[in-house]
Every structure is written in C-alpha cells, then in structure tokens.
C-alpha cells in the first residue's frame, strides 16, 4: 500500500479537530519589543509574544517576564539592537524559543553588558504559555548580543549570538549556567535553527553571507565546521525557512532594491539564488517563518524601511518572482517587532488499552519513517512480536481510539478492539515477527491536528480452542503535526 486509502484520508480530514492550547497552532507568534509607553533605546525594554491570526487578527498578549520568580529569571531585551529578538520553535513543535537578558527594566547599554553580571537567558514557552527562563548563562557572547535559540525537545539548546565566547554554542540541559562553543569558523551569527535533523545558521560576516551548516546533524562538542551555503555579494541575511529539502528562504534586510526573501534552490548539489521576492524597493526583511501546503509556500515576515521606526509583519503566498505581499500587522508607536512564528501543530503518540498474547509474546503496534506530520511519504504503522513468517491485520482509523476495548466473540478473552477500522489491511510478517504498512500523509495543511489510530491483531495457530485464533497489541493514537 503505497498512499494512504482513500477512505482513511476522508476520516482524517473530518478529524482535525481545534486544539485547546492557549497559544493557538496555526496563528502567528509576533515578536515585540516596548510597551508604547517610553521612546525605544538602548536601555533593557519590556518583551512581548504577540498572537495573530494568520489573517492579522490581534488574539492575545504573552509578556516575557521582568521581574525574577524563583529558579525564572528576567527576559528583557534592547529597544534598539535590530538583530535582536528572533523566536523559534522546537522541532517537536511543543515549545516557543526565545533569547533575553536577565536585565531589571532600564539597565543601561543592556547589550554590552558582561554575561557574569547580566545572564544571557533562554526563554521556553510551552504552547499552554506556560514559561520556563530558568537557564540563564554566565559564559555566552559577553558585552555583545544573544540573538536566537533552536531546540529539539525543549531540554537542550543550541544558540547564536556574537561577543566574547561568541557564535553557534550547545547548551546541555534545561536551567544550565554554562554553554560550549561548537565552533571558531564564523563567530558572529545571526540567527539559528534545525531542519530535518541538520543544524543550521546565517550570517553576513566575511566569506559566510547567508545560510550555513553547523558541523554534521545537531554537534554537541567544540572543533565543529560551518560550511556555507547560501550567499551572494553585500548580502544580509538573517531569518530562514526550509521549504523542503531544496528549497530555502532566506530573510535580507537590505534597503537597496536587494533585500526581501531570497528563495534559494538546489540542484546538482549546488545552490542557486532563483529569484528574491520583495515588498518593495526600499523594504528589507529579517524574521522569516511559513508553511507548504500541497507544494505551495506561503511565508510571513518582519520588515524593516529606511525609516527605522516602520517595522511590519507581512505575509506571501509564493506563485512566483511577481508574488504580491499583503501587511498583517503594523508596529505601534515606541514597539518594533523583530521576529514571526507560524505556530505549527505538535505531532504527538499515546498508547492506550491493553494487549493479548499469543504464543510467542505480546504483539506491538508502533510507527516508522519519521514523525506523523503533513508531506510525509515515508510515514506508516509498525507491528512486531508477533509470529515470524506468517499475518498480522492492521486496525486503522482516521480518528480516536475507543476508551472501551471491545470483545471479539470466538477471541481468547484478553483479545480487545480499541480500533474501530475505516482500513484493515493483512500484512506478512518477516523472520523477526515484524511487518510494517505504509501510510503517506497527503501534504495538506488542513490535516494538521488530525488524529489517526493504529491496532494489530496477530494470527498464531498455535491459539488452539478458540475460532478467531488472535492476539492484539494495545492501541495507538497519533495526532498529525505540520
């Protein structure tokens, strides 16, 4: 089975349901600096997570905090660092990432302050707003400036920032002090994020203008190499989003009739500027984020003008080098917004029920080729333990799991069905007991936060007495992230 059937793909269409977090998948996070109430400078400044619709409908206020609470310390950032205030969020997609200044409100000249006296400060914030600024470091970019934060699962960082110990760090766990610089080849980064298990950066310093890989995968020790691989002469680059594989994005903020979104291309190993799309002649971007439905990428950004004191948040549906931008939000008198998260949806598992034996153990259902997100061909559910070289059956639903087994008459009494199917597919196992079924995920956006459910039930002869000669696994639920 190559995609997903058809009835299965109707299911879970019906079943992407709203999610009750508080902070909403598929809104904007928008990040802002100032309160409106005091004039911009280089003094530390209250921090703000703005929510948005997708549309640009204001939806609620997250304040970073000010003050120190127990183990939290302060988030407070420059009014006037521009390269400052970038957000991420986490691969798993459970955490907002943000970088600050363990700073009381109006500490003076906050970026060049020493990082013994004034902690550079990872922010988490969970999609239930809950907000974790516990880890706040003594060793990274002192007397210069913290500027973003990448995560896999929110328990250890990487960063990017300039100063003394400067450039891509590793932060090892959730509330550490210290950091280890990963590398000396470019020391003044800009921004940072993980695509598809590679850590990346951008820069405009030297040789390395645009977007760079950090060592192999995601490094955790020093002696690593960058290794650039997007540029272009008097670039700027600072935010990036990966479309897929080959095709990336990459925020400028030049002024010139140069800047906007680069979107870069690779073939043959080589990477090409393919066209850069721009609000107008005089418009820069630096935060970058966005989604790909059925092949079609629509971004949001951060501008800034040649009046410092314009910043926007603008959004692009990309059909093309003409694509026309639309402006969502526009900053208020004495805020500037730096950075945009499109909020994607977690993709999550959970096991419930119980299970049945046969006589060779309990069969297990799971999955395999990557997390259950959109665009995923590689997707499918995993059955194993059970009898080599003979049949298993996948339950498969689009939708919930049943909180009530139900009993099979002819079954042994253990054998209970959690899954009520739309799909039951027979499958063989291998020498090992195992067998597997592949279920594409359609690339469509609207399946984001759609449930799918998994349960094996495993044929063994040797199950004598009984006329449906079964065990069954427990079931699994699977929520479909973006």
């Given amino acids: 089975m190559r995609h997903i059937h058809s009835r299965l793909a109707a299911s879970l269409l019906l079943s992407a349901p709203c999610l009750f977090a508080q902070i909403t998948p598929g809104n904007l996070l928008v990040s802002r600096v100032g309160d409106g109430a005091a004039v911009l400078v280089g003094t530390a400044t209250a921090r703000f997570l703005d929510e948005y619709t997708p549309s640009g409908v204001f939806v609620q206020t997250i304040a970073l905090p000010t003050t120190v609470s127990g183990p939290n310390r302060r988030m407070t950032d ?17 955490y907002l990432l943000a970088a600050g200044y363990d700073a009381a409100l109006a500490t003076a000249g906050v970026t060049g302050t020493t990082s013994a006296a004034v902690n550079r400060v990872i922010g988490r914030i969970a999609l239930d707003e809950t907000i974790d600024s516990s880890t706040a470091l003594t060793d990274a970019y002192s007397g210069n400036n913290f500027r973003g934060v990448a995560s896999i699962d929110g328990s250890s960082f990487w960063i990017s920032g300039t100063g003394t ?14 950091s280890t610089q990963l590398s000396t080849s470019v ?20 040789a390395f203008l645009g977007v760079s890989t950090v060592g192999a995968g995601l490094p955790t020790t020093t002696g690593q190499t960058i290794t650039s691989l997007t540029g272009g002469t008097g670039a700027s680059a600072y935010d990036f989003f990966f479309a897929d594989a080959n095709t990336v994005y990459v925020a400028d903020d030049r002024v010139n009739g140069s800047g906007g979104i680069q979107k870069w291309t690779l073939s043959a190993g080589i990477w090409s500027l393919a066209y850069t799309l721009a609000p107008n002649l005089t418009t820069g971007c630096r935060g970058l984020s966005g ?14 003008v040649t009046s410092a004191a314009v910043t926007t948040v603008v959004t692009v549906t990309d059909t093309g080098a003409a694509s026309s931008f639309t402006t969502l939000v526009t900053n208020a008198t004495n805020t500037a917004l730096r950075d945009v998260q499109y909020v994607r ?77 739309d799909v039951l597919l027979l499958s063989s196992t291998d020498a090992l007991g195992a067998a597997s079924t592949p279920l594409a995920i359609p690339a469509s956006n609207a399946l984001a936060g759609a449930t799918l459910a998994a349960q094996v039930a495993a044929f063994d002869p040797a199950l004598v007495g009984f006329d449906i000669l079964i065990g069954t696994s427990n079931a699994l639920q699977v929520v479909v992230g973006n």
């Fill in 165 to 178: 110990n400067p450039g891509a760090r590793f932060v090892a766990s959730l509330g550490a002090t210290t």
């Fill in 291 to 304: 989604y790909v439905d059925n092949g079609v990428t629509t971004l949001f950004a951060t501008t800034v």
């Fill in 345 to 421: 949806t977690p993709s999550s598992q959970t096991y419930s029920g119980t299970s049945c034996a046969t006589s060779v153990g309990i069969p297990t259902v799971g999955t395999a080729g990557g997390n259950a997100v959109i665009g995923n061909a590689n997707f499918a559910f995993t059955a194993g333990n059970a009898l080599p070289n003979f049949f298993v059956m996948f339950l498969l639903k689009g939708g919930t799991v049943s909180p009530f087994g139900i009993p099979l008459p002819g079954a042994p009494a253990c054998a209970l069905v959690y899954v009520l199917p």
């Fill in 78 to 94: 420059s009014g006037t660092a521009t390269s400052n205030g970038f957000i991420s969020q986490s691969a798993d997609g459970l």
């Fill in 187 to 206: 020391t003044n980064l800009r921004c940072i994020n993980i695509y598809n298990g590679q850590l990346y950066c951008s820069s405009s310093s030297g």
